[in-house]
């Protein structure tokens, strides 16, 4: 987690070096959950950007489920008109934290396993959204994403008890309690408010 951390603190560094439009967000849907879910737009070419975002879950309990976790991302985003106006496609990378009761659709619900895991895990994806600029300085972004993701892990029952015998292929000779797993899954969704912190064209270079 520290080296994706130091690696998306030097690539927002770089970006910031190009000079490019930065726009700050926060995603209005995480917030009404209580989850924070924090956004650094870079503007870096007519038609394309770079998104760095973090997402922290701090409940370490809901309704007797665990779903506390983070996540670290980068994403490029090209857009269909021009960089931070209508829709666009993209394509992320990120890694994950979490300590959660892994979410099923059982009978056509969400449902949540009677069971909870602790591991961490990584991603790549793939999202769709729609950006609109509003007012002079101000935007909002709605967006979807899926991907595929590979989690290292181990299991625990409820009162805390570890999982010597997780479900895999072929079980091992002796109890193993490491688990791991791939599957596909949304990994963003929200309405983003953002507000332009820095305008190159604005702020030209002083020679």
């Given amino acids: 987690m520290k080296k994706i951390f130091l690696t998306l603190t030097l690539i927002a560094a770089a970006l910031c070096s190009l000079r490019a439009q930065i726009y700050a967000k926060l ?3 995480y ?13 870096v070419s007519p038609r394309g950007a ?4 973090a997402v922290y879950s701090p409940w370490k309990s809901v309704n007797g489920h665990h779903m506390q976790f983070g996540i670290l991302m980068g994403e490029y985003r090209r857009y269909f008109q021009s960089a931070g106006e209508g829709w666009y496609l993209g394509g ?7 300590d959660v009761s892994k979410p099923e659709i059982r009978h056509g619900k969400l449902q949540f396993e009677n069971r909870y ?3 961490n895990g990584l991603m790549i994806g793939l999202c769709a959204g729609y950006e609109r600029r509003f007012a002079e300085r101000w935007l909002v972004d709605a967006y979807l994403g899926w991907a595929w993701m590979h989690s290292w892990y181990n299991g625990y029952s409820m009162d805390g008890q570890i999982d010597l015998y997780p479900h895999r292929p072929v079980q ?3 109890p193993d309690p490491y688990n791991k797993s791939a599957e596909w899954y949304p990994n ?18 002083r020679h």
Avoid: H
Avoid at 33 to 38: K, L, R
Avoid at 50 to 53: D, P
Avoid at 188 to 205: C, D, E, M, Q
């Fill in 27 to 29: 995603n209005g849907l």
């Fill in 31 to 43: 917030a009404l959950v209580g989850a924070v879910n924090p956004a650094a737009e870079f503007v």
């Fill in 50 to 53: 770079m998104q760095l975002e």
């Fill in 92 to 98: 992320n990378l990120g890694m994950m934290l979490f």
């Fill in 117 to 119: 895991s602790k591991g």
């Fill in 172 to 174: 091992p000779r002796y």
């Fill in 188 to 205: 963003k969704i929200g309405v983003s408010i953002g507000y332009l912190i820095f305008n190159p064209a604005k702020n030209p270079r």
